[in-house]
């Protein structure tokens, strides 16, 4: 079992849909979550970064962390085409010199 | 949020030659940076970390004489891909920890063909 896993998609949605996109864990050590955004032939751009349990809200996007159940979520209302690109979960644990773990993101498609 | 660069964004070369990657953090400082590579639509593999000032660790797998890191200050790391074949092809992504945070900002990427 992977550390972190994440369904590739591709996930396809009508333009103003709710898109919910998740990932689950093993390492109960994972302090910190963050999802990124990635475009085609582009490096991945930060969207959210939480630490701990919780929902954090930023604009359209809701990051959601349950860690009781090792899930973590990315809600995104009135999705817009502009938001098709794929979605990367990472997580580490708290403090020293560390390496995140990432899953292997969802393509996400919002259609017109 | 952070800004990180990455020089060149993309670059064509022959077989047998090498080529350097910069990847700077341009309004923080990085005590470690990571690089990257990814192949198309698959995920992020991460080559090796590079610490400010002392050796880089590679993931196994990953030539340590043929992927040279140099991380010489706060701000700048380099990624040599010395003699350079078709195989090495791919995108190559590096990022940054913001030393008073506990998350990573990426790069824009390097796109790299070897002909």
């Known amino acids: 079992q992977k550390e972190v896993e994440q369904d590739p998609g591709p996930l396809s949605v009508p333009e103003g849909a709710i898109v919910s996109l998740n990932c689950t864990y093993s390492n109960s050590a994972f302090q910190y979550f963050m999802w990124y955004r990635q475009y085609s032939r582009k490096g991945p751009e930060l969207l959210m970064y939480t630490y701990s349990s919780g929902n954090k809200e930023d604009g359209r996007f809701t990051a959601q962390v349950d860690k009781s159940s090792k899930y973590i979520s990315l809600f995104i209302r009135d999705s817009q085409p502009s938001d098709s690109a794929t979605y990367l979960c990472?997580?580490?644990?708290?403090?020293?010199?560390?390496?995140?773990?990432f899953g292997r993101g969802t393509s996400l498609i919002v259609h017109p | 949020g952070a800004v990180v660069s990455q020089h060149p964004s993309r670059v064509i070369c022959k077989s047998g030659t090498s080529v350097k990657i910069e990847c700077r953090s341009l309004?923080?400082?990085?005590?470690?940076m990571f690089w990257y590579r990814q192949f198309p639509k698959q995920s992020l593999m991460l080559m090796a970390t590079?610490?400010?000032?002392?050796?880089?660790?590679?993931e196994q797998g990953v030539e340590k004489d043929k992927f040279l890191i140099n991380h010489a200050s706060l701000t700048l790391s380099t990624l040599t891909v010395t003699s350079a074949h078709p195989e090495d092809s791919s995108f190559y992504i590096c990022s940054a920890r913001d030393s008073l945070e506990e998350t990573q900002y990426f790069g824009p990427g390097t796109r790299l063909l070897v002909l």
């Open positions: 990472a997580m580490t644990p708290p403090g020293g010199s560390y390496i995140p773990t």
């Open positions: 590079s610490n400010e000032g002392s050796k880089a660790t590679y």
């Open positions: 309004d923080f400082q990085a005590t470690t």
